[in-house]
């Protein structure tokens, strides 16, 4: 808890003493405030919005395709949609700055 808060996020402790288990939720993040990458992972699926370094969403099947070099965002619009909306939901909450 932080002041009176519950923490937001999902407790990994069990995987880090060598259990296995699918995550619950979809894991979202941020990498940074001055070039935001905002990326998206559900599953196999890993969704990169669009950013300075690519002009269109990425989206690559990280199970079938570890280096994550083939984008599939054309060919599962449902999926890229699905992430981008949750990508769009989470930010809002965000502060626009960290200090």
Same mark, same amino acid.
């Given at each position: 808890?932080?002041?009176?808060?519950?923490?937001?996020?999902?407790?990994?402790?069990?995987?880090?003493?060598?259990? @296995?288990?699918?995550?619950?939720?979809?894991?979202?993040?941020?990498?940074?405030?001055?070039?935001?990458?905002?990326?998206?992972?559900?599953?196999?699926?890993?969704?990169?919005?669009?950013?300075?370094?690519?002009?269109?969403?990425?989206?690559? @099947?990280?199970?079938?395709?570890?280096?994550?070099?083939?984008?599939?965002?054309?060919?599962?619009?449902?999926?890229?949609?699905?992430?981008?909306?949750?990508?769009?939901?989470?930010?809002?909450?965000?502060?626009?700055?960290?200090?």
């Amino acid at each position: 808890m932080f002041i009176g808060k519950p923490f937001d996020g999902e407790n990994l402790s069990d995987l880090w003493r060598g259990m @296995d288990r699918k995550r619950s939720t979809m894991l979202l993040w941020k990498s940074n405030n001055i070039s935001p990458e905002m990326v998206a992972l559900d599953g196999g699926w890993k969704l990169f919005e669009p950013n300075r370094r690519w002009e269109e969403d990425r989206l690559p @099947d990280v199970k079938s395709n570890p280096a994550e070099s083939v984008s599939l965002a054309t060919r599962n619009p449902g999926v890229t949609k699905i992430s981008r909306e949750a990508i769009a939901k989470w930010n809002s909450t965000l502060p626009k700055t960290y200090s």
